[in-house]
């Protein structure tokens, strides 16, 4: 495994939730990671990308406010802070790491992936 995510959990509306995502046997400090979701019987879809050096970020228009990408290098760690969550954010969260140094929303540009972590919220 070299993307593990965790922080996934059920919360109520409104709450707040940070994922992490711990790369092992590699490092991928000059590749931009992203986070995409995956809802029960939806397309994965893309959430936020942070490029390799933290200066850019983007994030899907559904999220934007509400989550912020972030990644420390000197960790091998991405993460994702989740607030004012929503039952439409419940889904599986992946996190990625992509073959480029920016920012990229594209799935096929990410060459390894984290095995999910489920967040449930509820109304």
């Known amino acids: 495994v070299q993307l593990q995510a965790s922080g996934g959990g059920l919360v109520q509306a409104g709450a707040s939730l940070r994922l992490s995502c711990v790369a092992s046997?590699?490092?991928?400090?000059?590749?931009?990671m992203g986070w995409f979701r995956q809802a029960p019987g939806k397309e994965r879809e893309f959430v936020a990308t942070i490029g390799w050096n933290s200066i850019s970020t983007d994030y899907a228009d559904s999220v934007k406010g509400r989550f912020t990408i972030s990644r420390d290098n000197a960790k091998d760690t991405l993460y994702l802070q989740m607030n004012s969550l929503k039952p439409e954010d419940t889904a599986v969260y992946y996190c990625?790491?992509?073959?480029?140094?920016?920012?990229?929303?594209?799935?096929?540009?990410?060459?390894?992936w984290g095995q999910g972590t489920l967040v449930t919220v509820s109304s």
């Open positions: 990625a790491a992509s073959l480029y140094s920016a920012t990229t929303r594209t799935r096929n540009t990410y060459r390894y």
């Open positions: 046997k590699r490092t991928f400090r000059n590749n931009s």
